[in-house]
């Protein structure tokens, strides 16, 4: 009944930019926390960073000081800024959003993904 949808991804350079967005829509009351995973060939899937409803941010020691997550609360969207980018960066690119119904109950719906490909 929510569907989450990633866009942005592409191939960069190392040491390029990248803007990552996710809208959701659907039967939504509030979004309580947004979420960007990671998962590249061969490894678990990771947190690369979080922010709650009311701004506040953790993100993955590997993307400190490069990546940024911001949300717009009035478009149910939140976005990925990734600058510097390296190989490592190379993922499928995921975002996790929480809701909450009228009632206080919650749910947690996924994105398909989208690659980021960081390639010489």
């Known amino acids: 009944q929510v569907q989450v949808v990633e866009s942005g991804g592409g191939l960069v350079q190392p040491g390029g930019s990248l803007r990552l967005s996710c809208a959701a829509s659907?039967?939504?009351?509030?979004?309580?926390?947004m979420e960007w995973y990671r998962q590249a060939p061969g490894k678990e899937r990771e947190l690369v960073a979080h922010?709650?409803?009311?701004?506040?941010?953790i993100y993955a020691d590997s993307v400190k000081g490069r990546f940024t997550i911001s949300r717009d609360n009035a478009k149910n969207t939140v976005y990925l800024q990734m600058n510097s980018l390296k190989f490592e960066d190379t993922a499928v690119y995921y975002c996790?959003?929480?809701?909450?119904?009228?009632?206080?109950?919650?749910?947690?719906?996924w994105g398909r993904g989208t690659q980021v490909t960081v390639s010489s």
């Open positions: 659907g039967r939504i009351f509030s979004i309580n926390t």
């Open positions: 922010i709650t409803s009311g701004g506040n941010v």
């Open positions: 996790n959003v929480e809701t909450s119904l009228s009632t206080g109950w919650r749910n947690t719906y």
